[in-house]
């Protein structure tokens, strides 16, 4: 094994265990009576999606036989995409925090793989560049009525 398949694999087993332990300590919450806070199902959550971004970097070495950096760079463009074309979760705060929470585990993969994405690639440019733009044009209803409206209060 390569020291970057090596890496990933590392990084899967901790993904899994952090996981493991934060549905631990709701279970254990709930057998005892304690009340499970809102930080323990977003640890959970942040836990799972993370898992999930690293199983995938595992999968194509594994079964689609692919070199560690190339799994790791798809897996990348992967998570970059999901953030670009995920669109903002409108509807119940449980749904609201599950995407925060992808989005959360999309960009703390991105940060963890930079160094590497940047050297596979040897592009490191000279000054970083967000992975997503700095802002993104907002297509709320309101917003939309107040285009058409032709009204603009700022």
């Keep these: 094994m390569t020291p970057i398949v090596n890496m990933a694999k590392n990084h899967y087993i901790q993904a899994s265990f952090e996981w493991c332990e934060a549905?631990?300590?709701i279970a254990f919450a709930s057998d005892e009576g304690e009340e499970v806070r809102a930080e323990d199902f977003n640890r959970l959550?942040?836990?799972?999606f993370s898992c999930v971004w690293w199983r995938d970097v595992v999968q194509r070495i594994d079964h689609e036989e692919l070199d560690g950096a190339e799994a790791i760079l798809r897996t990348r463009r992967d998570a970059e995409r999901s953030?670009?074309?995920r669109s903002?979760?409108?509807g119940e705060l449980f749904a609201q925090a599950m995407e925060q929470a992808r989005r959360q585990a999309a960009l703390q993969f991105l940060k963890?793989?930079?160094e590497l994405a940047d050297?596979?690639?040897?592009s490191a440019p000279s000054s970083p560049q967000p992975a997503i733009p700095a802002t993104v044009p907002s297509t709320s209803a309101d917003d939309a009525a107040t285009q058409a409206s032709g009204r603009n209060d700022t």
């Design 112 to 114: 963890t793989t930079q």
């Design 83 to 85: 953030l670009l074309r």
């Design 88 to 90: 903002i979760c409108y």
């Design 23 to 25: 549905t631990g300590k």
């Design 119 to 122: 050297a596979v690639t040897n």
């Design 45 to 48: 959550a942040l836990a799972q």
